[in-house]
């Protein structure tokens, strides 16, 4: 407890500086990395971050100092044109995409290596230090690399929130832009430009191994939560936000534990739990609407065949055995037991000690799946031309997503009929 109110009072300037410095890297990463996410271009974010490599060696080598704003300045430069690189392969040669990020990721990052080695061998004292950029170390930061940062992330902010309507129309529908006369290729590159930085501000954070985690795995999270742009913009910020105080914070309460791996964990810990527990779109949720949509049409389909067996005998009420429930509809042995167990739960059936029979609100519920079911037989026969013998299967799996809005214009537009196609009575 004391390490955490010792961390959040901010009374070291270099936790302000690592904090503050996160916080501005994940943020601009995250809103950035939405249109990415959305252009379907998440490798793009892997390229720049390992091909601004060279550009940092090469400012070294020409400056002879580690000014962040010279480094920032070189990766630029190099990011720009590894993806410059990328789309000349891709639109003069046969190479695909794939294999043109593949390329341009691997050369700009080999030549990187070269240059690092060199300088690592060449005697520059200066060059202590340098090698962080390949994995980051968020524990140097300092007040020009805040201040660096910060100007950055404004820029990108900024220019999101200028082009904002531009950035999302041609993330989503480009071909539409281009119809109504919008500069797609202006806009292409700004987006490729901030793209760009957003990649540079968190090298020296996080390292060009882990950058592209930073700028993908915040949106991939925030798009199971929404289908709203704004809101996947705003929850991915808070996502890499959340994940930058979280790193800085281990880091200081662990020294030995480095921030910007620790804020890559933290964001795959976020998105595995959208992943699975998100409400709508999560994998747990799915399932679980699944089984429930099964076992729902398992229950309908035990109370239209009770229904069916009445209508054979005369009386709905009277007792039904499972092999009668098998003559009309064939069951697993297990779908009986489940269904019947939930039917008798919800007061749709009872039992006696060998067999079931339905319940009043069994009976009306069973009524109306046989109602919709030689409804939409009836439609599909007269509208749609089709033989009554092909209409069974259609109509027994419509049959349990017909809202009664629907179920009234159907009747409507079939004029209240009373038989269906097989001659059989439509219950009222």
Same mark, same amino acid.
Request: hydrophobic share 50%; net charge positive; with cysteine.
């Given at each position: 407890?004391?390490?955490?109110?010792?961390?959040?009072?901010?009374?070291?300037?270099?936790?302000?500086?690592? &904090?503050?410095?996160?916080?501005?890297?994940?943020?601009?990463?995250?809103?950035?990395?939405?249109?990415?996410?959305?252009?379907?271009?998440?490798?793009?974010?892997?390229?720049?971050?390992?091909?601004?490599?060279?550009?940092?060696?090469?400012?070294?080598?020409?400056?002879?100092?580690?000014?962040?704003?010279?480094?920032?300045?070189?990766?630029?430069?190099?990011?720009?044109?590894?993806?410059? #690189?990328?789309?000349?392969?891709?639109?003069?040669?046969?190479?695909?995409?794939?294999?043109?990020?593949?390329?341009?990721?691997?050369?700009?990052?080999?030549?990187?290596?070269?240059?690092?080695?060199?300088?690592?061998?060449?005697?520059?004292?200066?060059?202590?230090?340098?090698?962080?950029?390949?994995?980051?170390?968020?524990?140097?930061?300092?007040?020009?690399?805040?201040?660096?940062?910060?100007?950055?992330?404004?820029?990108?902010?900024?220019?999101?929130?200028?082009?904002?309507?531009?950035?999302?129309?041609?993330?989503?529908?480009?071909?539409?832009?281009?119809?109504?006369?919008?500069?797609?290729?202006?806009?292409?590159?700004?987006?490729?430009?901030?793209?760009?930085?957003?990649? #540079?501000?968190?090298?020296?954070?996080?390292?060009? &191994?882990?950058?592209?985690?930073?700028?993908?795995?915040?949106?991939?999270?925030?798009?199971?939560?929404?289908?709203?742009?704004?809101?996947?913009?705003?929850?991915?910020?808070?996502?890499?936000?959340?994940?930058?105080?979280?790193?800085?914070?281990?880091?200081?309460?662990?020294?030995?534990?480095?921030?910007?791996?620790?804020?890559?964990?933290? $964001?795959?810990?976020?998105? $595995?739990?959208?992943?699975?527990?998100?409400?709508?779109?999560?994998?747990?949720?799915?399932?679980?609407?699944?089984?429930?949509?099964?076992?729902?049409?398992?229950?309908?389909?035990? *109370?239209?065949?009770?229904?069916?067996?009445?209508?054979?005998?005369?009386?709905?009420?009277?007792? #039904?055995?499972?092999?009668?429930?098998?003559?009309?509809?064939?069951?697993?042995?297990?779908?009986?037991?489940?269904?019947?167990?939930?039917?008798?739960?919800?007061?749709?059936?009872?039992?006696?000690?060998?067999?079931?029979?339905?319940?009043?609100?069994?009976?009306?519920?069973?009524?109306?799946?046989?109602?919709?079911?030689?409804?939409?037989?009836?439609?599909?026969?007269?509208?749609?031309?089709?033989?009554?013998?092909? &209409?069974?299967?259609?109509?027994?799996?419509?049959?349990?997503?017909?809202?009664?809005?629907?179920?009234?214009?159907?009747?409507?537009? *079939?004029?209240?009929?009373?038989?269906?196609?097989?001659?059989?009575?439509?219950?009222?």
């Amino acid at each position: 407890m004391e390490t955490l109110i010792e961390f959040f009072s901010f009374q070291y300037p270099n936790i302000k500086y690592v &904090v503050f410095g996160t916080i501005l890297l994940s943020i601009s990463s995250a809103v950035v990395g939405c249109f990415t996410f959305i252009k379907k271009k998440s490798l793009v974010g892997d390229v720049i971050s390992h091909a601004v490599l060279p550009g940092i060696c090469i400012s070294f080598l020409a400056s002879g100092s580690k000014d962040p704003f010279l480094l920032i300045i070189g990766a630029f430069i190099s990011g720009w044109i590894s993806i410059i #690189v990328m789309d000349a392969i891709i639109r003069n040669t046969k190479i695909k995409e794939d294999a043109a990020t593949g390329l341009s990721l691997s050369v700009f990052f080999g030549v990187g290596i070269l240059l690092m080695t060199y300088i690592q061998h060449s005697g520059n004292a200066a060059q202590s230090g340098l090698d962080t950029f390949l994995f980051g170390k968020a524990a140097a930061l300092i007040g020009n690399d805040l201040l660096a940062f910060s100007i950055i992330a404004i820029v990108v902010l900024l220019t999101v929130f200028f082009f904002y309507k531009e950035f999302k129309l041609i993330s989503f529908d480009p071909q539409f832009a281009r119809v109504i006369g919008l500069p797609i290729k202006r806009l292409e590159m700004i987006l490729t430009s901030i793209t760009v930085l957003a990649v #540079v501000t968190g090298i020296q954070a996080v390292g060009v &191994v882990l950058m592209a985690a930073m700028l993908i795995t915040p949106a991939a999270a925030a798009r199971f939560w929404t289908n709203r742009l704004s809101r996947m913009i705003l929850l991915a910020s808070l996502f890499g936000a959340f994940s930058g105080i979280s790193g800085a914070y281990i880091s200081y309460s662990a020294p030995s534990m480095p921030t910007g791996p620790w804020m890559v964990m933290i $964001l795959s810990i976020i998105a $595995l739990f959208s992943f699975f527990f998100a409400p709508r779109k999560g994998i747990v949720v799915r399932q679980w609407r699944r089984f429930s949509i099964r076992r729902q049409l398992l229950e309908e389909n035990l *109370l239209k065949t009770f229904y069916r067996i009445g209508e054979n005998s005369g009386d709905h009420f009277d007792t #039904v055995a499972i092999d009668d429930l098998q003559l009309i509809r064939k069951f697993s042995p297990t779908q009986l037991s489940n269904g019947l167990r939930k039917l008798r739960t919800n007061g749709y059936v009872s039992r006696t000690s060998d067999s079931w029979f339905l319940t009043k609100e069994g009976f009306e519920k069973g009524k109306r799946i046989t109602r919709l079911h030689r409804l939409w037989e009836l439609y599909l026969t007269k509208y749609l031309r089709i033989a009554p013998d092909h &209409v069974h299967e259609d109509a027994d799996t419509i049959e349990h997503v017909i809202t009664p809005e629907l179920e009234a214009s159907l009747e409507k537009l *079939l004029e209240y009929p009373t038989i269906d196609p097989h001659q059989s009575m439509i219950p009222k």
